[in-house]
């Protein structure tokens, strides 16, 4: 079955301890990002990866960290959690190849809390 | 950049009623809009798209229509079902070879009351 799967799907941890959330993708997808989801404000986008080895910067990603060392995973690291982190987080994937992209999979989500 | 804003945020229909939700979108180089449908304690799938070259699409009871002069777009369920119930994300993006950043819109949470 084609799925992202995010692990773990509930995490709560202190400020400032280290932690990650890994991604994997089965469908042999070129792209990978990763969201917060916060109420009123939608999905946002914290970092991208265009291919192995590519990643870069969206919309909020102070105090967050990527690495795409291999196609099929893209975790987030965060390497001081802080409050202000404490979110729903989702990452996607989708092909990427010539004027139609294919629609971006998410997975099921991981719900963060930092105190 | 591109700014897509939705409404309403929340929505409460009886079951069978039809359900429309309103989305505007700032860059008119946007072409391609997505809608995602996000169940409780799942991530959002895509359940219909439309490309800035179609008015109007329709899929059984989903239908969305864009409005380019007025950089505007929405979705529209007829015959709504308890199983409709969930929050539904538009978004904008401007699909090319390269990498197009999708934006979304902050959600709308629809109830559909049997």
């Known amino acids: 079955e084609a799925q992202v799967t995010q692990n773990p799907r509930y995490l709560i941890t202190v400020t400032g301890k280290k932690l990650t959330v890994t991604c994997s993708q089965n469908?042999?997808?070129?792209?990978m990002s990763w969201y917060r989801q916060d109420p009123g404000l939608g999905l946002r986008q914290i970092y991208y990866?265009?291919?192995?080895?590519?990643?870069d910067k969206g919309d909020v990603p102070e105090g967050y960290k990527v690495s795409r060392k291999e196609k099929r995973n893209f975790p987030l690291i965060l390497e001081s959690p802080s409050p202000n982190q404490t979110s729903l987080y989702f990452c996607?994937?989708?092909?990427?190849?010539?004027?139609?992209?294919?629609?971006?999979?998410f997975g099921n989500g991981t719900r963060l809390t930092v105190t | 950049g591109e700014n897509v804003e939705q409404h309403p945020s929340t929505l409460s229909v009886q079951e069978g009623d039809s359900a429309v939700i309103k989305c505007t979108y700032s860059?008119?180089?946007?072409?391609?809009f997505p809608w995602y449908k996000q169940e409780l304690g799942k991530g959002p799938q895509l359940i219909i798209d439309?490309?800035?070259?179609?008015g109007e699409k329709k899929d059984q009871r989903i239908a969305v229509t864009l409005n380019k002069t007025a950089k505007h777009f929405s979705l529209h369920i007829t015959e709504t079902q308890p199983e409709d119930s969930a929050v539904y994300f538009c978004?904008?993006?401007?699909?090319?070879?390269?990498?197009?950043?999708?934006?979304f819109g902050p959600g709308t949470s629809l109830s559909v009351i049997p």
């Open positions: 996607a994937s989708n092909h990427r190849g010539g004027f139609r992209n294919s629609p971006l999979h």
């Open positions: 469908m042999n997808h070129e792209y």
């Open positions: 990866s265009m291919n192995v080895e590519v990643t």
């Open positions: 860059d008119s180089a946007s072409n391609y």
């Open positions: 439309i490309r800035s070259n179609v």
């Open positions: 978004a904008a993006s401007k699909a090319k070879t390269s990498y197009d950043k999708v934006i």
